[in-house]
């Protein structure tokens, strides 16, 4: 079992930055692929970003075109966490971000659909007001 837990979400004005950060526990967390996916009021869940988990020191790492250039996903496989970095900010980006995690065996082809992923946490909520 894995939990996920997020943080970071709150208000902030267009053009601005945020970090939100997902804590996983478990003990093989490096091979995990993570996934952020936010669901805006009256809309499906979407996908945002994507990290591969690997034996190496190499991560992939895919963006939704509505966020690429503006957002960036990491993780720090020692802290058990994955980050997104959010800049640039929009009203149209207000919504509740999840982050999930897609544990062995895990397809990174398949980043973009959220059934790929078998745990997922509570959410944190992110307003950006115009």
């Known amino acids: 079992q894995v939990q996920l837990v997020e943080s970071g979400g709150g208000l902030v004005q267009a053009g601005g930055s945020l970090r939100l950060s997902c804590e996983a526990s478990?003990?093989?967390?490096?091979?995990?692929?993570m996934g952020w996916f936010r669901q805006a009021p009256g809309k499906e869940r979407e996908f945002v970003a994507a990290i591969s988990g690997s034996g190496d020191s190499v991560s992939y790492s895919d963006y939704s075109d509505s966020v690429k250039g503006r957002f960036t996903i990491s993780r720090d496989n020692a802290k058990n966490t994955v980050y997104l970095q959010m800049t640039s900010l929009k009203p149209e980006d207000t919504a509740v971000y999840y982050c999930?995690?897609?544990?062995?065996?895990?397809?990174?082809?398949?980043?973009?659909?959220?059934?790929?992923?078998?745990?997922w946490g509570q959410g944190t909520q992110v307003t950006v007001s115009s």
């Open positions: 999930a995690a897609d544990t062995p065996p895990a397809f990174f082809s398949r980043r973009y659909y959220s059934d790929e992923y078998d745990y």
């Open positions: 478990g003990r093989t967390f490096s091979s995990y692929h």
